[in-house]
């Protein structure tokens, strides 16, 4: 699949999963992509956590209260550090939401579904207390992003997208 093909495939792939283990090496990649995203002021601020261990995925997805993202067989938690570049600047979301991007895209190249859990763990405080605990993250480390890995168990339903013409500009904003 050509990056062309990943981008326009890619979904937020909300349903349950084929329980088809994910191999350590699709892992590998998946997260290498997410490792060579680029980084503000290459500050290197994002952490992954792969995780393929039955046990822990059901433990995260009871966390999480979510069936179909714990029903993935695999899954990456996605974990940031605030470190202050120069000045005040902390590019810590951009770094993080770069290599999410990037994983994403691997994912539907490597013929696997994902979608980008943010809002369930950062607006619950106990659920991510309560996920970071089971990772063991230590001080100074944020888990900002879920990622559960798999084969879709069921159709996609695709978001609609606003044409091209909507959302698009040159020269200046509605020119």
């Not at 809002?119 to 405080?125: I, L, P």
Request: glycine fraction near 8%; proline fraction near 5%; hydrophobic fraction near 40%.
């Amino acid at each position: 699949m050509d990056l062309f093909q990943a981008i326009e495939a890619r979904s937020s792939y909300r349903g349950m999963y084929k329980s088809d283990p994910v191999p350590r090496e699709d892992m590998n990649k998946i997260m290498q992509a997410g490792l060579d995203a680029p980084s503000g002021c290459n500050m290197q601020t994002t952490s992954l956590i792969g995780v393929d261990d039955p046990a822990l995925i059901e433990a995260l997805g009871a966390a999480l209260a979510k069936p179909n993202f714990g029903s993935a067989p695999a899954a990456i938690a996605v974990v940031t550090q605030h470190i202050i570049s120069y000045g005040d600047t902390c590019f810590s979301v951009q770094d993080y939401a770069a290599a999410i991007e990037n994983m994403l895209l691997a994912v539907v190249a490597l013929g696997y579904a994902s979608c980008w859990v943010e809002g369930y763990v950062v607006n619950h405080r106990e659920v991510c207390e309560r996920m970071s605990s089971i990772l063991g993250l230590p001080e100074g480390h944020h888990l900002v992003a879920y990622l559960p890995i798999g084969r879709p168990a069921e159709e996609d339903k695709r978001a609609t997208k606003k044409a091209f013409a909507e959302r698009t500009h040159f020269n200046g904003f509605g020119k």
